[in-house]
């Protein structure tokens, strides 16, 4: 049905919108459920898709085992992300709404080609500069009025910031390994290895807090869709992205998060729609577009190569 660069573009498109929809879903954990936290949220979200697609993988022949040479790079992988990102993140949605955090997390794209340039001394082009820009000034006139930084604000503010960072810091590693295993493969390894080192974390801090949840149908199809789509489809799509057009390029897709974190919370309630929105959307869209440059025919020569296996 799609092949090509036409297929990155849905795979990654899909991984926004379902990132999108996290912050809001995760919003509404906190809101619903009293004795939830930052830790429990994580463990189970990991653990959902570490026990849908360890075994899918097996069972169709597709998990590939981890080299031995690989094996740091994993390590550390999963270290920044799930493990150092979500604790980061998910503090940060805890004490901030879900637009506010999705508009901090939209400006990984703005830092990602700096990184890229100091680690691997990849050109930076100016279209991709320019549409980043241009993304996250749509972004912040969708939030217009609506951003604070007093109290807990503030300290949402910072964990989410830290949440950049290692973002920066994962995708560096990245494109260490993207290119040797299939972007599915990639996910599942980071969420095993994420699950052995947020278990121990849970049962040590917030074991006593796992009767008090509700368990109700609302919570349990929350914490489904955040570990199948959030945690496994989003990711393996953003891999697929990097391995084929390359960290900045895929990167600059995260600043249209904010407009997906938007139509959702709309959409169950939790923030009211505006035209200034919707003018900001646009905006953003337009950057996304101009920092991919369409218009150049050229190879982009940080692409990976794609692998037959796909």
């Known amino acids: 049905m799609f092949k090509g660069k036409t297929l990155t573009y849905v795979l990654i498109t899909a991984s926004v919108v379902f990132w999108g929809v996290s912050f809001i879903l995760t919003k509404e954990l906190f809101l619903s459920e009293e004795h939830i ?21 097996a069972l169709s022949g597709k998990l590939q085992r981890i080299r031995r040479e690989d094996l740091k790079w994993f390590l550390l992988l999963a270290f920044c992300e799930p493990f150092i990102y979500h604790l980061c993140e998910t503090n940060g949605v805890r004490l901030v709404s879900g637009s506010l955090a999705s508009v901090v997390i939209a400006t990984i794209p703005l830092f990602v080609p700096f990184g890229m340039w100091v680690a691997y001394r990849q050109r ?8 980043v820009l241009l993304s996250l000034a749509g972004v912040f ?24 960072l290692i973002a920066i810091v994962y ?13 599915l493969v990639v996910t599942t390894w ?3 290895i994420g699950l052995v080192y947020f278990l121990p974390l849970m049962f040590a801090f917030d074991g006593a807090s796992l009767p008090l949840l509700s368990w109700s149908p609302k919570m349990l199809l929350i914490l489904l869709t ?12 953003y891999n697929y992205g990097v391995r084929n057009l390359g960290a900045s390029e895929a990167c600059i897709f995260n600043n249209a998060i904010p407009v997906f974190s938007l139509i959702a919370a709309v959409a169950i309630g939790q923030e009211e729609f505006s035209w200034l929105k919707v003018v900001g959307m646009v905006i953003v869209i337009a950057g996304v577009i101009l920092a991919q440059n369409p218009f150049k025919t050229s ?3 940080e692409s990976p190569a794609p692998q037959a296996e796909d």
């Open 171 to 183: 995708t560096l590693l990245l494109v260490k390994i993207v290119d040797r295993y299939h972007p």
């Open 226 to 237: 955040l570990g199948l789509f959030c945690s496994t489809l989003a990711y393996a799509g």
């Open 190 to 192: 980071q969420n095993v």
């Open 299 to 301: 190879k982009n020569p």
């Open 124 to 131: 930076i082009k100016p279209s991709l500069i320019v549409g």
């Open 37 to 57: 936290t930052v830790t429990i949220l994580i463990a189970l979200r990991l653990a959902i898709a570490t026990a849908v697609m360890l075994p899918l993988l």
């Open 141 to 164: 006139l969708m939030l217009n009025g609506e951003i604070g930084f007093q109290g807990s604000a503030l300290q949402g503010i910072l964990f989410l910031s830290g949440a950049v």
